[in-house]
């Protein structure tokens, strides 16, 4: 069956370092999105894209994370510099919606949990 | 989207049923009504969708009160692979919104 895929599983990383995440979808998968977990919270979103474009990054902190799908395929998401409140998992999920065409079904990856010291 | 409401944690024998309760007072007439799970430390999971009619699939039944101010997610028969988050979710079907999570309830299936 096929996965999303994402890496590293696990980061951890000094505060003011950079640190990229990276993320291939289900092949075929149009839109993509990044979502934040802090412990104990459900998942948040950071940046929806729709092929190679930012449909949704309004509450991406843009002083510091940026996201990128250049070929509309694999995606990376990028903090610099890092902060103590930046702990948290980082998801990637996937869909095949494109605008109605679409059941709401997102597949997620299993996540890169990231500790900044 | 409109908002719902979960209780924090419950638990289930195993092997019994398990119903979880979601309480969506202000969903509209053309919101439909997600559950995703979350294992421990793995990504949230897909279960069940629907509109106003009752929907079961493989996993789970999916039941919607007639006037969709609330629904109930059922696990006929828990086992304890089925100790997780889940998520009740409303959402535009026809969109590019994405699924607000909340904070879910932590079923705990014990043995």
């Known amino acids: 069956e096929a996965e999303v895929a994402q890496s590293p599983r696990y980061k951890i990383t000094e505060k003011s370092q950079a640190v990229a995440f990276w993320c291939d979808p289900i092949?075929?998968?149009?839109?993509l999105y990044w979502y934040r977990q802090i412990l104990g919270q459900g998942p948040e979103l950071l940046v929806q894209?729709?092929?190679?474009?930012?449909?949704?990054d309004s509450q991406l902190p843009k002083d510091r994370f940026s996201a990128e799908r250049l070929k509309g395929v694999d995606s990376t998401l990028k903090i610099q510099p890092a902060e103590l409140g930046d702990s948290a998992m980082y998801l990637c999920?996937?869909?095949?919606?494109?605008?109605?065409?679409?059941?709401?079904?997102?597949?997620f990856g299993e996540g890169s949990r990231l500790t900044v010291l | 989207d409109a908002k719902t409401t979960q209780p924090p944690s419950m638990d289930c024998a195993e092997g019994r049923a398990a119903n979880l309760p979601c309480n969506h007072s202000t969903i509209s007439g053309n919101e439909y009504v997600y559950w995703y799970r979350q294992i421990h430390s793995q990504g949230p999971q897909y279960i069940i969708h629907?509109?106003?009619n009752n929907e079961t699939n493989e996993m789970a039944s999916l039941i919607i009160t007639e006037d969709r101010k609330s629904s109930t997610l059922i696990l006929p028969h828990a086992t304890l692979r089925d100790t997780a988050v889940y998520y009740c979710?409303?959402?535009?079907?026809?969109?590019?919104?994405?699924?607000?999570f909340g904070t879910g309830t932590r079923l705990t299936v014990i043995p």
């Open positions: 979710i409303v959402r535009v079907e026809a969109g590019a919104n994405n699924l607000f």
């Open positions: 092949s075929g998968h149009a839109t």
């Open positions: 629907g509109l106003k």
């Open positions: 894209f729709q092929d190679e474009s930012v449909v949704d």
């Open positions: 999920a996937s869909s095949s919606e494109r605008g109605r065409a679409n059941t709401g079904e997102l597949f």
